[in-house]
Structures are given as C-alpha cells and as structure tokens.
C-alpha cells in the first residue's frame, strides 16, 4: 500500500495492516502511565510505611536515568534481538522491577525497583516512536501520538483506581504486583501480535562513555535534593549542567549519534523542537511526584481521590491531543506557542489555588496545565521528525523519547531540591507542606515560559519557510 493512497483520517489507523501495531503501542503506554499515576497515588503511603521523604523524588529520577540509558540502547539491541524480542523484553524487565518495588523493605529498594522499570519502560518508549515513524505514513504520525496519548485516558481510570484501592486498605505492595502481573500479559500479547523480526546483527555499539555522562547528571542533579550545604547544592548543580554538555559535545563527534547533528540547534526545526521538548517535559514532572502529596496532607484527601485529582492532568493532555491532531497545518503554530503558555498558566495556578477550600477549587489548574501539554506535543514530535536531516530520520524519531525521559528526570531532580528546600526533606509536615506546594509548581513556571520563546521562534521559521 502505498503511502500516497492512504487517507489521513482517524479510520486509517484501524486497517488491519495497522491494528497489530496499534494495539500492542497503545498497550505499551496503558502499562507505563497506569505505573505513573499508580505511583502518585500510593507513594505517600510508601513513605508513611517506610519512611525516606528525602528520596521521593528519586523514585522517578532513578526510573527516568534508566529509561534513557535503554533509549539509548534500543538500537544496538533491536539489531540483535529483533523489534520485537526488545519489545516483550522491555514489558518483562517492567514487570521485574515491579516485583522489586513490592518486596522493598526501604525506600531505597523502592528506588532499585525502579531504576530496573526504568529499563523496561525506556525500551518500550523508544521502540513506540521508532515503530509509529516506520509503521505509519507521515500523514498519519500526528494522529497516531494522539492516539497513544489516548491511552492516557484509560490509565486515568485504572492507575488511580490500582493504586488508591490498595493503599486505601493498607496494602500498597498489592499495586505492584498487579503491575507486574499486567507487565507479563503485555508480553505475551506484543509476542503474538508483532511480526517476528530478526536483528541485523551489524554492530551499533552501546555509546557507553555518553550512557555514563547523562546518568552522571541526573544523578548530581539528584543529590542536590539532600546535600546540607548551599556550596554542594551549586556545585552538583553545575556539574550536571557540565555533564549534560559534554554528553552533547560527545554526541555530535560519535560515529553513531544518540540525537540528530542538529539537536538543539536554534537554526533548524529538529534543534528547536528538541528544545521545547525538553523544556515542556521539565515543566510537566512535578505534578506527578508532589501534588497527591500535597492534596493529601493539606486537604485530607485518601490516595484514591488524590490519584484522580492529579489524573486530571492526564485527562487533559488526552482529550486535548485528540481534539487538535486533526487539524490543518496552519493552525500548528499557533498550538506550539499556546500550549506552554497554558502550561505556565496551571501551574501558577495550581501554586495559588493549593491552599484554598475546597480542593477541588485546584482542580482546573492541574486539568489546564495537561491540556497544554497536549496541546502541543503530537506537533513537537512531528516536527521534530519532519525537520529531520537526510539519514538521520531514525535517530530524530527516537530521539524524541530520550529528549523527553531527560526533561522529566531533571524535572523530577528540580523538584526535588525545590521541595526540600522549602523543608519537605524533615517530614510530611503541614507547615513544610504548604511552603512546599507553592515553591514547587511556582517554580517550574519559567520552564513553560522558556518553553514558549521556543515555540515561538519554531513557528515564525516555519512561517517564513512557507511563506
């Protein structure tokens, strides 16, 4: 079928050469955002059973330095393993870490648990936007993000409701090893669906010394979340900054580039969408580490109904991206400028409206925030993708995932170091609580708003190249 003779029509991602593919992708992010919303809703009673209040932000810095060190592996272990021996591969290393997570005696085993998810969700992130660049036509790649964000909406309902429903019992270790068990049917499932694909066998070498430098800045940028003094803070700080430089610097010299030779570049559409990328990912992290925090000890909130206030994120980024994937070019730039707008928008909301009566009052802050990441980011990835240079189109494909595993890893390591510095660190404390939750979204305001010059710029080049 040639890629001229398919319509661009959400009836096109359901032909039965697309449905395989479809089902085993949108099963890949059910697994990986039902974890994430399951996690935000059992993590205050992980930490009132286990203590380590410290360390709740690195239970998705450690899952996120993981997820990047497998994007960056994908390549060499499809060319081994096949497409979709990595796939169920990813879907059983998730679920391993599951099983971790269930027997932690610690809040440091917490974090081990997962660092091992972390690996199997970066396989199975890295191998979706791959598959939807070579399984799709370009016509189709923004419905087909929209369509994986969909998946969103079906977590919305089970990830809170997992998570909630056990901890609300006292039995927050059931929700992992529901996720575990859910992890092995998912490989069982994509080992049927997918077309068995034998690796090349040619050597993409594992860009090891660039592996180490982005890990080396995630986790300074995670120690400047518990380091004593103000000079530590900075200098880790800086240091990871450094790393993350270097890494790029590394990068474009490789016989092999993890990201595009033009990756965050101001000149070219690929660098400037890898920029907003990066920064609205950033902006999006705390929601999902301190907010059902914050709901439940300032408000009283049981986990379940913390879970799905902080859900309405998701919701909103779901809705939305089905809402504009259909629409005509010309209105695409102006999203890229909108949707961080709104992002910056909810999250000086959810800063302001926090401590007031009821909660719900915050509600439409967290929804709004979502939106504006949906809004924006089916077009992100496919500029990225379409701006991309002459043999370089998978390496901007897959780019994407690892562009947005780092922005929440730093996100979440800012988030971090914000909330204890406004005195989380000692305690679920009211009084730490409520300096905690202004300071934490207040902050991440700049990102979305550094976000937008970005989007701005994207779309003014877009508009003089179609002018």
């Known amino acids: 079928m040639g890629k001229d003779s398919v319509t661009d029509g959400w009836s096109a991602l359901l032909k039965p050469a697309f449905l395989p593919a479809v089902s085993v992708l949108v099963g890949g992010v059910l697994l990986h955002s039902m974890n994430v919303l399951m996690l935000a809703t059992v993590l205050p009673s992980v930490v009132d059973n286990l203590g380590g209040a410290a360390l709740m932000s690195w239970t998705s810095s450690a899952f996120l330095a993981s997820s990047i060190v497998a994007a960056t592996c994908t390549g060499y272990l499809t060319a081994i393993m096949g497409a979709r021996a990595v796939f169920c591969a990813g879907a059983l290393i998730f679920g391993a870490g599951a099983l971790v997570c269930a027997m932690a005696p610690s809040m440091g085993q917490i974090v081990a648990g997962r660092f091992v998810q972390g690996f199997g969700g970066g396989l199975l992130t890295a191998m979706a936007y791959v598959l939807v660049r070579n399984t799709f036509p370009d016509k189709l790649w923004a419905r087909a993000f929209a369509l994986l964000a969909g998946g969103w909406s079906l977590s919305i309902l089970v990830g809170p409701m997992v998570g909630g429903a056990f901890a609300r019992y006292g039995d927050w270790r059931g929700a992992f090893f529901a996720v575990a068990a859910l992890a092995c049917v998912l490989a069982a499932v994509a080992f049927r669906a997918l077309p068995r694909t034998l690796g090349g066998g040619a050597g993409r070498r594992v860009p090891g010394l660039r592996v180490a430098l982005i890990c080396l800045a995630i986790a300074a940028m995670s120690l400047t979340a518990v380091a004593s003094h103000p000079v530590a803070k900075v200098g880790l700080f800086v240091g990871a900054i450094a790393a993350l430089v270097l890494t790029l610097m590394v990068d474009r010299r490789a016989a092999t580039?993890?990201?595009?030779?033009?990756?965050?570049?101001?000149?070219?559409?690929?660098?400037?969408?890898?920029?907003?990328?990066?920064?609205?990912?950033?902006?999006?992290?705390?929601?999902?580490?301190?907010?059902?925090?914050?709901?439940?000890?300032?408000?009283?909130?049981?986990?379940?109904?913390?879970?799905?206030?902080?859900?309405?994120?998701?919701?909103?980024?779901?809705?939305?991206?089905?809402?504009?994937?259909?629409?005509?070019?010309?209105?695409?730039?102006?999203?890229?400028?909108?949707?961080?707008?709104?992002?910056?928008?909810?999250?000086?909301?959810?800063?302001?409206?926090?401590?007031?009566?009821?909660?719900?009052?915050?509600?439409?802050?967290?929804?709004?925030?979502?939106?504006?990441?949906?809004?924006?980011?089916?077009?992100?990835?496919?500029?990225?993708?379409?701006?991309?240079?002459?043999?370089?189109?998978?390496?901007?494909?897959?780019?994407?995932?690892?562009?947005?595993?780092?922005?929440?890893a730093l996100g979440a390591a800012l988030a971090g170091l914000v909330a204890n510095a406004a005195g989380l660190s000692g305690g679920l404390d009211r009084t730490d609580i409520a300096s905690a939750a202004f300071w934490v979204p207040a902050s991440f305001v700049v990102a979305a708003l550094a976000a937008t010059i970005m989007g701005r710029r994207l779309a003014r080049r877009h508009g003089v190249r179609n002018g």
């Open 257 to 408: 580039p993890l990201l595009p030779s033009d990756a965050f570049s101001l000149d070219s559409a690929t660098g400037i969408g890898l920029w907003i990328a990066l920064l609205v990912s950033i902006s999006y992290s705390p929601l999902q580490i301190f907010v059902p925090i914050f709901l439940q000890v300032l408000h009283g909130l049981d986990p379940l109904g913390a879970g799905y206030m902080v859900a309405g994120a998701s919701l909103g980024w779901t809705a939305i991206s089905l809402v504009v994937a259909g629409l005509p070019p010309r209105h695409t730039d102006r999203l890229l400028i909108a949707g961080p707008v709104m992002m910056a928008a909810g999250l000086l909301g959810v800063a302001l409206l926090m401590p007031l009566e009821p909660a719900l009052v915050v509600f439409p802050a967290i929804v709004v925030t979502g939106a504006g990441m949906g809004s924006c980011w089916v077009f992100i990835a496919q500029r990225v993708m379409t701006g991309a240079r002459k043999g370089e189109e998978d390496t901007a494909a897959s780019s994407v995932a690892t562009v947005q595993q780092t922005g929440f």
